[in-house]
Nanobody, 124 residues
Framework: QVTLVESGGGLVRAGASLRLSCAAS????????MGWVRQAPDKEREFVAV???????SYADDVKGRFTISRDNTKNTVYLQMNSLRPEDAAIYYC??????????????????YGQGTQVTVSS
């Protein structure tokens, strides 16, 4: 069992930055691919970014070049640095963990574990 707790969300203006953190407990993050998904009102949950055990990363097209995912296995924590935020980035961001790295993340499949979510609001 893995418990994921997100932090770092908030209200910012367009163009600003935020860093989300996800602290894991119960198992070490090195056992899982870790990532972020988001869900805006009246929209489906969508993939944002994932980082594998080796540090390989993948991003959704609309966040490439603006968001950076990283992990600190010594702290059992995953981060999402979000720069140049846009109003369309506003959503609840969920940290997630899964035993696989790949299409499971990209295709909207249910992942093994989710956090409770943190709200990101971007004003124009």
């Amino acid at each position: 069992q893995v418990t994921l707790v997100e932090s770092g969300g908030g209200l910012v203006r367009a163009g600003a930055s935020l860093r989300l953190s996800c602290a894991a407990s119960g198992r070490t993050v090195s056992d899982y691919a870790m990532g972020w998904v988001r869900q805006a009102p009246d929209k489906e949950r969508e993939f944002v970014a994932v980082i594998g055990w080796s540090g390989a990363t993948s991003y959704a097209d609309d966040v490439k070049g603006r968001f950076t995912i990283s992990r600190d296995n010594t702290k059992n924590t995953v981060y999402l640095q979000m720069n140049s935020l846009r109003p369309e980035d506003a959503a609840i961001y969920y940290c997630a963990a899964d035993s696989t790295y790949g299409s499971t993340w990209f295709d909207g499949a249910v992942l093994d574990y989710y956090g409770q979510g943190t709200q990101v609001t971007v004003s124009s």
